[in-house]
């Protein structure tokens, strides 16, 4: 941390990340705003803030969650947020179980929805900087049960499965053996418990995995 104002004061320097303009206005601004905490950087794509975190070297980085329709914050925070490096606080509108689960396992130090009070994200930014936590209790009670989220490889798979893409269609999209697809299909199967593909696609609906506003990939 900087140190700032009188003796003994420290700053916490927080980055922003998240590709919606608003947010990262609105949550600058409650940053600086507050006394101890500084705002020293911003990025408005996962790479963006790959290419910065180093430099800026932030005690704090407030990460969305999905950023482009991937769950790139997921990716920044797998690569940033163990062995030493910034705390991270996810931030998102997605309220689900899983990705609570995905966050915590990768090491984030909290999660807060983005229909929270801004003075509740800067209270959470304070926690996690001082070495706590900020997951809701509802949040740790949830992800206790959630299943496993899929590798992003998984994803781009479930993405055709939902879109109704027969596996003639996914080997050919991912550049796959129809066994190989075949092979995928049926460890998601074993693993999540469902019997058929409209019961995992249901499943990566529910659990936010696939964005049903999205279009299958090319």
């Given at each position: ?7 003994g004061?420290a ?13 990262l ?8 705003a ?23 070297n ?11 329709g ?10 940033f ?6 705390r ?16 915590h396992?990768r090491g ?6 983005k229909?929270?009070?801004l ?8 926690r996690?900087?001082?070495?706590g ?6 949040a ?22 939902a ?6 269609e ?9 066994k ?10 074993n ?28």
């Amino acid at each position: 941390m900087d140190t700032a104002g009188g003796p003994g004061e420290a700053t916490v320097s927080v980055f922003l990340v998240d590709d919606h303009p608003s947010v990262l206005d609105g949550v600058g601004r409650a940053v600086d705003a507050a006394v101890g905490l500084r705002v020293v950087g911003a990025a408005r794509s996962a790479d963006e803030a790959a290419a910065t975190i180093d430099r800026t070297n932030p005690d704090v980085v407030v990460c969305d969650v999905q950023m482009g329709g991937e769950a790139e914050g997921l990716r920044l925070l797998e690569r940033f947020g163990k062995h030493g490096g910034p705390r991270f606080l996810m931030l998102s509108s997605f309220d689900y179980p899983t990705l609570y689960r995905a966050a915590h396992e990768r090491g984030a130090a909290g999660y807060v929805l983005k229909t929270a009070e801004l003075g509740t994200v800067v209270d959470a930014i304070r926690r996690v900087a001082a070495g706590g936590t900020a997951f809701p209790a509802s949040a740790l009670r949830a992800m206790r049960g959630a299943p496993r989220r899929p590798t992003d490889r998984e994803i781009e798979l479930l993405r055709l499965v939902a879109a109704g893409q027969t596996n003639d269609e996914i080997a050919e999209a991912l550049t796959l053996s129809l066994k190989t697809v075949e092979s995928h299909l049926r460890r998601l199967f074993n693993r999540y418990a469902v019997m058929n593909r409209t019961e995992l696609a249901v499943l990566a609906l529910r659990e936010g995995w696939v964005d049903p506003g999205l279009p299958a990939p090319d």
